[in-house]
């Protein structure tokens, strides 16, 4: 197939430079640069960084953005080509990669990825939701874009505990957060405004989901649909510790859909508030609660 050159900006998370990955971002410049693109590599030596060049290059012309990592780097793409007719491309090499599972990109054979790369430069975009995220009240209100999954309960506990922690180093770090959030679990009193209706609850797991899944494969919610211009609510009420221990590794595989505790429901805007939690959207520290997030469909252009 015949592909019309683009000017492509490939940017590769920085943490990818290290270990057995490393070589995914070079590889994916080099064939984009051999199927005639022109390619402008964006590789710093932190995210912060990697974030400011990206924009400046994606700025100055981009026809396409392509991200080399996991859901971190997918996000940090969303929220520079969201609402614009840039599409953004995922070539997957993160420890979690659940939006390029729920898009259908390959997300254990790099070359896959990258074959499916090259052949979506040749055809229209997808088109998806994302959501948008009001956040930081005390400090002036802040917007952050996700594509995935917006978690305000146990698992963004998780989340937390582990970016507080300096060792273990890589995945390991987050079985040890789970092991010991685990171990004081306890539900927490939510104020949840949901499209204008008010909900009280305790509860122990509140996620808003565009995508099925979120945390390297726990799925969530097995029927949201990414274009649906819809998100979906998904709550775990008060359990029991041994229960909820017992009941967890359900989620992995989608079969708690049914357990009386666990509700979802349908809705475009929704509000959350409860003390001393912490959202993230993505796997990225959103901050303290409260939140309102909203659906914007045909938000995002993705390369698929």
């Known amino acids: ?98 939006l390029a599972d729920g898009l259908g990109i390959p997300t254990d054979d790099a070359d896959a990825a990258t074959d499916q790369l090259l052949e979506a430069l040749g055809r229209p975009p997808r088109t998806i939701d994302a959501g948008l995220i009001r956040h930081g009240e005390q400090h002036g209100e802040l917007s952050t874009w996700f594509g995935c999954v917006l978690s305000a309960g146990f698992d963004a506990t998780v989340n937390e505990r582990a970016n507080l922690m300096t060792r273990p180093r890589g995945r ?17 009193p939510y104020r949840i405004v949901a499209d204008g209706e008010r909900i009280a609850t305790e509860a122990m797991l509140v996620s808003v989901a565009n995508n099925r899944s979120l945390g390297g494969g726990m799925r969530i919610v097995p029927h949201a649909d990414l274009g649906d211009g819809r998100f979906d609510l998904f709550v775990v009420t008060k359990m029991s510790r041994p229960r909820f221990l017992r009941l967890f590794p359900k989620v992995f595989r989608g079969e708690h859909t049914d357990l009386p505790e666990v509700s979802f429901r349908s809705l475009s805007t929704v509000r959350i508030d409860a003390e001393g939690v912490v959202a993230y959207a993505d796997g990225e520290r959103i901050g303290p609660l409260p939140v309102e997030v909203t659906v914007v469909p045909g938000a995002l252009r993705v390369l698929v």
């Open 1 to 98: 197939m015949s592909v019309s050159p683009r000017t492509v900006v490939v940017a590769v998370n920085p943490m990818a430079s290290f270990g057995r990955r490393r070589d995914v971002g070079p590889r994916v410049v080099e064939r984009l640069r051999a199927a005639g693109h022109t390619v402008i590599a964006v590789d710093e030596a932190n995210i912060e960084l990697l974030r400011r060049e990206t924009i400046r290059a994606v700025e100055a012309g981009a026809e396409a953005l392509v991200v080399v990592g996991g859901d971190g780097m997918a996000n940090l793409g969303i929220n520079i080509v969201a609402q614009t007719d840039v599409p953004l491309g995922i070539v997957p090499s993160g420890t979690g990669n659940d």
């Open 172 to 188: 390991s770090r987050y079985v040890f957060a789970l092991l010991r959030e685990l171990a004081v679990l306890h539900s927490r």
